[in-house]
Each structure stands twice: as C-alpha cells, then as structure tokens.
C-alpha cells in the first residue's frame, strides 16, 4: 500500500482550508477507506507554533491533527533530539541514522550549520528558530525515508528545487509532489 508523509506545510494548508486543502482532505478520506496509508512526522510538533509558544504536550498536537481529520493518520517517530522531541514520540539514533540525517540536511540546507550553539542563539532568537524550521523539515525527510514513504507531499519550494529534489529521489524519496497534484 503506498504511503503519503505530508509535512507540516500540509497540516497548516488544512488549517487554513488553502486551495489544496481539498486534496488533502480527499487524501485523507482514501487513509481511512483503506486505500493509502497517510503518514505525519510526530516532528511537527516541534514545528513553530501559530501561537508562538512551543507545545508542552504532543497530547495537543495529536488533538489538533484529530481535529482535521487525521486522527487516524501514522505517525512518525524522529530521531531523538532533547529539547525538540517528545519522548514517548522519538527513536535514539546512532550513527547510522545520524549519517542520513547529514545527507539530507546537506541536500536541504547546505548553508546552514547542522547543529546550533544555544549560548550564542538562544532558543526563541530569530536565528535558532530558523535552525529550528530546517531541522524540522531535515527530520521530516528522514522519516519519510526511515520509514519507506512512498510520496512525499509538501508545498514547501526548497523540497522542489530540481537539484534538491533529485538527490532526495536518488537518497529513496519514492517520489516529491505538491498536495494539489495527489488525487
């Protein structure tokens, strides 16, 4: 059965019930008639919040998945991070996993520094949240490769990019679509 990993670009897509909201949504009707399975990356909850403020329970994120129709939706676990992850939701990595996660941030974000020094950016500083956003979306990938995704769905243009996609395809993607060209 395919499997469809739907980054957090999709779940706020739905949230705002934007133009491919409606895809989504025809997406996540076919999860639940059994023909697909949909997948979330319990790393979007870790994801800048509307609000602002980080969630202090995944409990919250699960409501809010719930609450668009993805209650029944597989999620994810990433890789452990102290301070990002929820730890009934994340998996400890070694090297391995460790490795493809470079791959992927290497792809993704080759400008931007793997890890980040929280004495010189403070969590909440514009600098560690834009880390933030692309440890989010590295992490994202991984799952979906982790776990044999078979399309990757995000609006997010940097999954896109024609260089970047074809090293993502080469690393195991399956294949990278826009939410509007699912159904």
């Not at 059965?1 to 897509?13: E, G, K, Q, S, W």
């Not at 939701?89 to 792809?107: K, M, N, P, T, W």
């Not at 080759?110 to 929280?118: L, R, V």
């Not at 982790?146 to 970047?164: C, I, L, P, Q, T």
Request: with cysteine; charged share 20%.
């Amino acid at each position: 059965m395919v499997r469809y990993t739907l980054d957090t670009n999709c779940i706020i897509a739905m949230e705002e019930s934007r133009p491919e909201a409606s895809a989504l949504r025809t997406l996540v009707e076919r999860h639940r008639q059994g023909t697909l399975i949909v997948q979330i990356t319990a790393i979007a909850a870790a994801e800048r919040q509307r609000s602002g403020t980080p969630l202090e329970r995944f409990d919250d994120f699960r409501a809010r998945i719930a609450a668009l129709g993805l209650g029944e939706a597989v999620f994810l676990k990433p890789p452990m991070y102290v301070g990002l992850c929820f730890v009934d939701y994340c998996i400890v990595h070694g090297d391995e996993f460790l490795s493809q996660e470079r791959a992927i941030h290497e792809v993704l974000f080759s400008s931007t520094p793997f890890e980040i020094d929280s004495s010189e950016h403070p969590v909440g500083s514009k600098q560690w949240l834009r880390w933030l956003n692309a440890k989010c979306d590295v992490l994202t990938m991984w799952c979906h490769l982790h776990y044999g995704g078979g399309v990757f769905v995000s609006s997010d243009e940097n999954f896109h990019a024609s260089s970047k996609r074809l090293r993502l395809l080469s690393m195991g993607a399956g294949s990278i679509v826009r939410p509007d060209a699912i159904v």
